[in-house]
Structure formats: C-alpha cells, structure tokens
C-alpha cells in the first residue's frame, strides 16, 4: 500500500509561481509512474503530466506543456511539480497518483493523494 501527500498549494497570482510536493510512504517509489492531475470544480479529473520510474519520459498535457515542470527524487520519495506563469484557468485541486505503468487516464493509476487546493488569481 502506498500512501501519497501532496503539499505546497495555494494562491497564487496569475503569472506567478508555484512548487507542489508529494511525498510517497510504504512502497517502492522508484518502481512506479508518477502523475499529477487537476480537477477544478464542475469538471472531470485531468491529466496535468506524468514522469516514469527513471525519469527517462515526461509528458505533459497540452495546457500546461512549456509552464509546468514534473521532477522526481527518488531517494526522497518525492514527486514535484513545478508550476511557472500560472494562469486562472490553473485553479484547481491538484493530486498526485502512483502507477504500475504509464498512463494519462485516472483509471490507469491505483494510489492517489488527497489532494492540495491551487487558486491563481487574477
């Protein structure tokens, strides 16, 4: 059983920066796909971007790709998410999930954090 906390969230005015965190406890971390997702109120959850086990492949969502940053500690047990020129379309609940594989659907992934809320204003 992993168990995933995320940190870091907050407000944030548009165009500026935030670094969320997650930490991951009772498995192996460096054996599984980390990837980070929002869901803003009224709406699915979305794939934000996910980096594999070695760090060799990242990928990002299209709204975020070229602003946000996915890095990885495996001796931390830590994921990151570096959030640059943040944008009110940003606002959301943002959660970090573990997976065996590489996945960009909520389906794909079997543990979840509780997520940290994320407001940019404008």
């Known amino acids: 059983q992993v168990r995933l906390v995320e940190s870091g969230g907050g407000l944030v005015q548009a165009g500026g920066s935030l670094r969320l965190s997650c930490v991951a406890s009772?498995?192996?971390?460096?054996?599984?796909?980390m990837g980070w997702f929002r869901q803003a109120p009224g709406k699915e959850r979305a794939f934000v971007g996910g980096?594999?086990?070695?760090?060799?492949?990242?990928y990002y969502a299209d709204s975020v790709r070229g602003r946000f940053t996915i890095s990885r500690d495996n001796a931390k047990n830590t994921v990151y998410l570096q959030m640059n020129s943040s944008k009110p379309e940003d606002t959301a609940v943002y959660y970090c999930?573990?997976?065996?594989?590489?996945?960009?659907?909520?389906?794909?992934?079997?543990?979840w954090g509780q997520g940290t809320q994320v407001t940019v204003s404008s």
């Open positions: 999930a573990a997976a065996a594989f590489a996945s960009a659907s909520a389906t794909g992934y079997d543990y």
């Open positions: 009772g498995g192996t971390f460096s054996g599984y796909f």
């Open positions: 980096i594999s086990p070695r760090r060799g492949t990242i």
